[in-house]
């Protein structure tokens, strides 16, 4: 079992940015690829980006290129999303998911989540 640990979630001013981390245990970090989700209020859970296990590719959501970034530090465990240039549609709970394959990820297939943390974008 992987258990994934959130953090970073909160309230922020439209424009405004935002860095969320999910700190990974229980199995070998490098032995999975990392992503972020997020399901905004009455709809459906939507792939944001994913990470591959040494941090040399990722994948994104079209609409969320250039203001989102994946990252991951494999001596923390840990990964993260940073976000700029919020915008008040950005407002979901976002969720962090592993899984052994990045393609598996990126077709919304995910082993493990996390608990989930609010990111609230006021305008």
């Known amino acids: 079992q992987v258990q994934l640990v959130q953090s970073g979630g909160g309230l922020v001013q439209a424009g405004g940015s935002l860095r969320l981390s999910c700190v990974a245990s229980?199995?070998?970090?490098?032995?999975?690829?990392m992503g972020w989700f997020r399901q905004a209020p009455g709809k459906e859970r939507e792939f944001v980006a994913a990470?591959?296990?040494?941090?040399?590719?990722?994948n994104y959501a079209d609409s969320l290129k250039g203001r989102f970034t994946i990252s991951r530090d494999n001596t923390r465990n840990t990964v993260y999303l940073q976000m700029y240039s919020l915008k008040p549609e950005d407002t979901a709970v976002y969720f962090c998911?592993?899984?052994?394959?990045?393609?598996?990820?990126?077709?919304?297939?995910?082993?493990?989540w996390g608990q989930g943390t609010l990111v609230t974008v006021s305008s």
């Open positions: 998911a592993a899984d052994t394959l990045l393609t598996a990820l990126i077709a919304r297939v995910v082993d493990y």
């Open positions: 229980g199995r070998t970090f490098t032995d999975y690829a």
């Open positions: 990470i591959n296990w040494s941090g040399t590719d990722t």
